[in-house]
């Protein structure tokens, strides 16, 4: 948290506020979540949010960017896999979630799919997600393109592969937040072995 | 709105109170909604309202379930139909609605998405949506079960498939709502086809 002058960095204090407001947001909610929640959950003074960030709004859209670089940083894929190995590994992490710390990878989808749904009036977090999605997406639909180069999967529309298993996973993450089942994001592994992938595999 | 001596029935007044609180969501959102912004969408006096629902969480608790039966009753699939024709219409109207008079589908989906997202802080809300999602899952596994009965689809597992499309409808509904994509029910109904509907028909 310090530097060698045993000062806080200016990046120091962004990771402790970001890690603040998780916290806060994980008690209060969204919608209920007020600035004063976030300065309880810091060692550091309130009017350093103040300082770093122009009210709730501003605080938040940093906050939502601060989730997805963790979310897709911690999308980790073995160098050199073969496309069914990547395609495995990269629907894993995104269903399963690599493991960050202090923070489950469903504390932060909790978080990650509250604000989703609230960007329908939010154009500036719209873009973020947009953004973002297309990201998760495209690498979702660069194996697959290049599983038909190599020959390992059929000649399908890798665009429309891609953005139904986004929308799988998506969905069943949602569920298990939303409605409470647990064994969602497995079952929906499941289906996607069966129902996508395997008609996506050209037999040896 | 009356009955035969002129007076507003109960139903009615249920009935105007929740169309007022549509038109109010639609300008402000769930999470900024104040009672008073409903008592401006209607010609009763905001006092029906008090009369009627105990405070702003029982109205909207009421209201879920308005919506919801809406949209479980605008779902109508032709008498007698085949499986295939059944699976498509009850698909169709899922991702691209029944119309509803003055407001549209997306209207409807709008608010509906919002709840469904709060519904992770929120008992009963989650269990509201818990027995809806069963019943439209248990609409699309009772028609592949159908169509395996009959020799229609191939022996899948028929609650896995019925979980992955209903799945899929709300992905790709969520999406055009919260990121805009208008054309995401379209294309999720093309994936639908190709990758799980063609591999559950049995060729004739």
């Known amino acids: 948290m310090s530097d060698a002058d045993g000062k806080v960095t200016s990046k120091d204090t962004r990771e402790v506020i970001m890690e603040a407001t998780f916290r806060a947001l994980s008690k209060h909610g969204y919608t209920d979540l007020r600035m004063r929640d976030i300065g309880e959950e810091m060692d550091l003074t309130r009017q350093v949010i103040h300082y770093h960030f122009d ?66 009036n939010d154009g500036q977090h719209r873009e973020t997600f947009n953004e973002h999605y297309g990201r998760i997406r495209g690498s979702i639909v660069d194996v697959v393109e290049e599983g038909i180069e190599r020959g390992a999967f059929r000649d399908v529309d890798a665009e429309r592969v891609g953005q139904l298993i986004t929308d799988v996973i998506h969905a069943a993450r949602g569920r298990r937040i939303s409605l409470g089942h647990e064994d969602a994001p497995r079952e929906a592994r499941r289906a996607v072995d069966e129902f996508i992938l395997d008609s996506l595999y050209v037999d040896d």
């Open 55 to 120: 009210g709730k709004y501003d605080l938040m859209s940093s906050f939502l960017e601060y989730i997805i670089d963790q979310y897709e940083g911690g999308v980790e894929v073995p160098a050199g896999a073969d496309p069914r190995t990547e395609l495995d590994a990269r629907i894993d992490q995104c269903l399963f979630g690599p493991e960050f710390g202090e923070f489950t990878h469903w504390d932060r989808m909790k978080v990650y799919h509250e604000l989703y749904t609230q960007a329908q």
